[in-house]
């Protein structure tokens, strides 16, 4: 049987902030939103121009409090050509971002990026 990967669901405080910054630090574009009023929650979309897969914002009216990301996950990936460059335009746009970072024994390759809610995305030279 085979499968294809569709989309994450990310759950978010502020819809707008997250939106933001999914399509600034990332370029991702909405492509899709659902309103359920009665239901008290909207889902967004998100895709870069492959369109081969997609992040779910999910913000449900007026949470209390913020998401428990949890200790089971641990990030979102994606790439870029120019790293450096990516990485030095993440801390302009004022992101939490870690260092370069490179696996035991090799140069470095990707760094972290976080946002708004606290979900990590790893970027990774490609």
Do not use: W
């Amino acid at each position: 049987m085979q499968y294809k990967m569709l989309h994450t669901c990310l759950r978010v405080m502020d819809l707008e902030k997250s939106l933001m910054f999914y399509k600034n630090a990332l370029g991702l574009k909405e492509v899709k939103r659902k309103d359920f009023k009665e239901h008290k929650f909207t889902l967004v979309f998100l895709t870069d121009e492959t369109k081969a897969y997609e992040v779910e914002l999910t913000y449900n009216y007026n949470p209390e409090k913020p998401y428990e990301i949890g200790n089971g996950f641990s990030h979102l990936a994606v790439s870029t050509p120019d790293l450096e460059a990516s990485r030095l335009r993440h801390i302009e746009l004022g992101y939490e971002v870690t260092d370069l970072k490179g696996l035991p024994g090799e140069p470095p390759r990707y760094y972290f990026v976080t946002d708004p809610d606290g979900y990590k995305v790893e970027v990774i030279r490609g």
